[in-house]
């Protein structure tokens, strides 16, 4: 039984621990980007559809420029380090192409996906990565820093 104000506040903070625990155990991406999760021909398709829609704002090295943030090296690492592929698939499907968000295949945003994960040096495998929600939550960025 629960007797003073500290020990309910005790209780209290240690069972939303334990919930947030629960969450995060269930949330937690069992893959990384290091476990090669996408395909070299993939990454190929993806770099001709990143010339075609990406390249205008986000440049031919990737880096951006002035407003457009850079989708390789420090910055790609320090915003997306232990978030999912989900998260950074979300994003860039809300988001982009600019002039039309949402308005590519969900084909050509994974395949742009796995053009960004080559250029950023993570390994390619013998599956390619998919469109699919839970696939992509089960895959975590895992930055070099």
Sequence with gaps: ???TPSEALVAMSCAALLA???VFAED????????????AAQAERGRTVYVAQCEACHKADLRGEQMT???VGVSF???????????????????MPQSAPGGLSDAAYVDVLAYILAENGYPSGDAMLVADADALRA?????DF
């Design 139 to 143: 895959i975590r960025i895992a930055a």
């Design 28 to 39: 937690a991406a069992t893959r990384s980007v290091r476990d090669g999760v996408y395909t």
């Design 1 to 3: 039984m629960i007797g």
């Design 69 to 71: 943030p850079s989708l």
């Design 77 to 95: 690492a320090f915003r997306w380090n232990e978030k999912t592929l989900y998260d950074y698939l979300a994003g860039m499907r809300a988001t």
């Design 20 to 22: 947030a625990g629960v």
